[in-house]
């Protein structure tokens, strides 16, 4: 099974093969996350029915595909009529399926549900009698449904209030690759590249698969984005036109606050996207933060003694911040070596390495040596006034043993040298942050780097330890 990470994921679906009872599981996730190929590479052995919605069709399209998918498997001398509902539709997969005599699992995959359901279709209620009446009754059935349409999975079928309430048996939220997860993925295409140079890409592009499949090998960093982003048939050049549309519902609420999110690296609170936006406050927005919570896109952090309001949305979808920084209408490079060369490349790489830090916390804290700790991660800004220096700290790891690690994060091309200024700095910064904070915990200075940092007498000053990016990598 040719699959780069994944790993709880294929346990877990590997496991319902063993079970001795039916099991209905949702897989959803952002469009090109590899939801697909998983189900695929995990069932293969075990689908006798796949079958995938196509796209803007209406209902009687959609029922003729269903009945030649299920015909093309199941061919007859005298096939059934085609269906008119989809409650007669799923009882003609009734019918196949009890030809199956084998005592081994059986894995029904509904591939792109939303489509499916259009409207007054009563896709949704044929989808609950197949499942309530038929499949919860035997112990040899898995039916798996997919899609990139996160809102309507999570409104209408996990959040279902009618037949389908409750009814799932495990759902599966299928988010990008981790840092780690990429370099195997790499290792499979026999992509040979440094960690530094991984790191880059996925500042650009983040850990989605079908970003990263067309990376040849033997190609430099330069070469790898401009086939990405700036050739002719460049395969990301419109991607974001279909990225939020293909995800969510009235998805021009989303974009306007992903564009939003952009524009500010420590994010905004949810009075400041209203007032960035224009969006009314109330349930509307509620649900359009939740649902770009929930597939990755924005991280809620929730700074220290602030309330629930004062909660921060940062933008941490690599693609989404690379798009408005670079590529949105307007931005005049044409090549990855201008972008380098341009005034905002330091300010974005900057914040793109802190957000791939704040994403991958349980790699810090396993190098730190605190995996079994509670923390709490956040950045921490204050501005200057009468009297009191303002500070910034790049991420701060609040820990419930009485400990604090500020971490400094350098996106460095050298190994990094800390002169007297800037040690004396960090030491005053944490002074000021205990101050400001009224924090009375231990204080550890924590400098994360790419290549490390020279031990001199400065950084034994201020410097508690240090992390290589190697250990994002864990």
Known sequence: MEIAGRKEEIKLLQSLIEKEEASFVAVYGRRRIGKTYLIRQVYKNQIIFECSGVLEENKEQQLENFWRSLNEINPQSQPPLPPKTWIEAFFQLRAYLNTQKQESKKVIFLDEIPWFETPRSGFLAALDGFWNQYCSKRNDIILVICGSAASWIIDKVINNRGGLHNRLTHHILLMPLTLGETKAFFDLKNVKLSLKDITQIYMCVGGVPFYLKNIQAGESVPQILDHLFYHKQ????????????????????????????STKNRGLTRNEIIEATGIKGGGGLTTVLEELTQCGFVMPIYPINKTKEDCLYRLVDEYSLFYFKFLKAGKTQSSWAQITESPIFKIWSGYAFENLCFKHTDQIKKALGISGIISNEYSYVSKSKTGQQGIQIDMIIDRADNCVNILEVKFQNTVYEVSENYARKLLEKSDIFKEQTGINKNIFITLLSVFGAKKNEHYLMAITNQLLIDDLFS
């Open 234 to 261: 460049a395969t990301l050049k419109n991607e974001f036109q279909n990225l939020y549309a293909a995800l969510f519902k009235n998805n021009a609420y989303h974009e306007e606050v992903v564009e939003a999110l």
